[in-house]
């Protein structure tokens, strides 16, 4: 293989060039959009910037191994204390920190007598977690090697694959507490009812390793990739939406791009897979359509008035339990949970110097789910919860954008407006989501949420890295 084609300039799309670039290959990247990023692109209306989609930077390791120490370095990111905060109705806080003594004094503020099983609780899942690392995440499991992990039960801790809730419920007593070790795993769009207790590394890994501030968003970090993609020779075709890929009579692929035609001798399709299979005209014959996970509506709120909040801050219901199971029906909590991204907390040129530029995040379920079509009223749910906790917003508005299930299908040509493609239930992780190549399409791979290893930025690095590799090896 002398050259590559990357079709989708997301973090997934950005990984494979970069990593098939360093190998010597001859990589273009083709995008529909004018820019990199996908779901991670930034948006300014006036004086306000807005990241659109990931906000939390996590497993830096991950970013260094794609982008390399140097690049990584130029980044000048720092380790977010505390990395969250985690607020009720009634005014209580938890601090989500990641200085292990201070996260220590959180918890036992909470609940006295807690460090013992809380130590416990971090070691074990956080050991748990670098087997999956080193054993599924970062490998591109047949089921046959699959089987042969399962195999050898030492080598992946078994509880994994119990409930989150009542894992969680062993090491934390107070169910606040419980409630707020256990609703990331709707980062992935997956309910925590549904959670395989695997997923209580989503915190575990915050706390341990950190969330990290990048000036400038995440936008900052999508430059970063593709320009050290262009450095080393990466080209990059914006403005270009890939309709039909063939492979032709010499083995090599076509990609037809409006009057354009772009020829290489492999492809990586890190667009969402679903949608993208349809570009190779023949319908899937094993097609089994992954079930997919809840979606987000995200409002981008320039107000002029500065907002008291940190930088990270999550809104949780009164019950978040009946908020999910709301969600897991179909409908739209009474009550949503709401995560709040207040760049301007630790980065003044988000907004202007007497403004906020917010990101406002409810779940939502996707569009094969929803069965509520009244976004209105939840907005205004969502903007009652928000201004009881931080006062009037909606007077202050200069700049307002939305993006729900159907933006994030229109806009991103998502697979039912799922946010974060299928879900993470046990039954599609692992060998057992959506495959990265198939016989039938020798030289062409795809990577990003829709296949492995998952959902989130350092996943879909990883994904990307994945199937560079892959073509590497052929
Ligand atoms: C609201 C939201 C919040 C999130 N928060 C976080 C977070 O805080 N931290 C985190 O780690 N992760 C977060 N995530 C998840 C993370 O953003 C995604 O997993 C990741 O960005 C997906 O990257 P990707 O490259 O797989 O796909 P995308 O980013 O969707 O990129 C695919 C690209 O392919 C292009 N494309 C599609 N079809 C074609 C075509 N036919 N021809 C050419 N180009 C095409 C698209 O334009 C797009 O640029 C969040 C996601 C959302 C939506």
């Not at 080193?134 to 119990?162: K, N, Q």
């Not at 492809?267 to 993208?276: K, S």
């Not at 301007?344 to 079509?373: F, H, I, K, M, Y």
Request: charge should be neutral.
């Amino acid at each position: 293989m002398k050259s590559a084609l990357v079709v989708g300039a997301g973090f997934a799309g950005l990984s494979a060039a970069l990593h098939l670039a360093r190998a010597g290959i001859s990589v273009r990247v083709v995008e529909a959009a004018d820019r990199p990023g996908g779901r991670a692109q930034a948006w300014s209306s006036g004086e306000y910037r807005f990241d659109l989609g990931p906000t939390l930077v996590v497993m830096t390791d991950v970013l260094e191994e794609a982008l390399g120490a140097r690049h990584l370095a130029e980044l000048e990111l720092m380790r977010l204390e505390p990395g969250y905060e985690v607020r009720w109705r009634d005014g209580e806080r938890f601090a989500m920190h990641s200085d292990i003594a201070l996260l220590l004094a959180e918890l036992e503020r909470f609940e006295p007598g807690v460090s013992a099983r809380a130590l416990d609780y971090f070691a074990r899942v956080h050991g748990a977690y670098r087997d999956a690392r080193r054993e599924v995440l970062e490998r591109d499991h047949t089921l046959l090697s699959f089987a042969g992990l399962l195999a050898h039960p030492g080598r992946m801790r078994p509880w994994i694959a119990g409930s989150l809730r009542r894992f969680t419920e062993r090491s934390f007593h107070r169910s606040r507490l419980v409630d707020a070790w256990t609703f990331q795993s709707l980062y992935l769009g997956t309910s925590p009812l549904r959670a395989p207790a695997m997923y209580a590394l989503l915190p575990v890994v915050e706390a341990i390793e950190g969330i990290w501030f990048a000036p400038g968003g995440m936008a900052s970090i999508v430059d970063a990739f593709a320009n050290a993609a262009e450095s080393l020779g990466v080209a990059f075709s914006y403005e270009r939406r890939v309709e039909r890929l063939e492979r032709n009579a010499a083995g090599r692929w076509w990609a037809y791009a409006g009057a354009e035609r772009f020829e290489a001798d492999a492809v990586v399709v890190a667009a969402d897979r679903e949608p993208a299979l349809a570009l190779l005209g023949t319908p899937p014959p094993r097609a089994r359509s992954p079930r997919y996970g809840h979606s987000a509506l995200c409002l981008y709120l320039g107000v002029r008035r500065r907002v008291d909040l940190p930088y990270h801050t999550v809104f949780l219901p009164d019950d978040p339990w009946r908020a999910y199971r709301a969600l897991d029906a179909g409908m739209l909590p009474d009550d949503p949970l709401l995560y709040v991204y207040n760049p301007v907390a630790r980065d003044a040129s988000a907004a202007p110097s007497d403004g906020s530029a917010l990101l406002v995040l409810a779940p939502v379920p996707n569009l094969t789910a929803l069965r509520e079509r009244d976004l209105a009223a939840f907005r205004r749910r969502i903007f009652e919860r928000l201004e009881g906790a931080v006062g009037e917003l909606r007077e202050f508005i200069e700049v307002e954008r939305a993006r729900g299930p159907a933006e994030w299908a229109s806009e991103l040509g998502l697979m039912h407006g799922a946010a974060f493609g299928p879900d993470h239930t046990l039954d599609q992780m692992g060998p057992f989501r959506p495959p990265m190549h198939e016989k039938r399409f020798p030289g062409l791979v795809f990577a990003g949420s829709g296949t492995r290893p998952g959902s989130g930025v350092p996943m879909v690095v990883i994904s990307g890295r994945l199937a560079a590799e892959h073509l590497l090896r052929r």
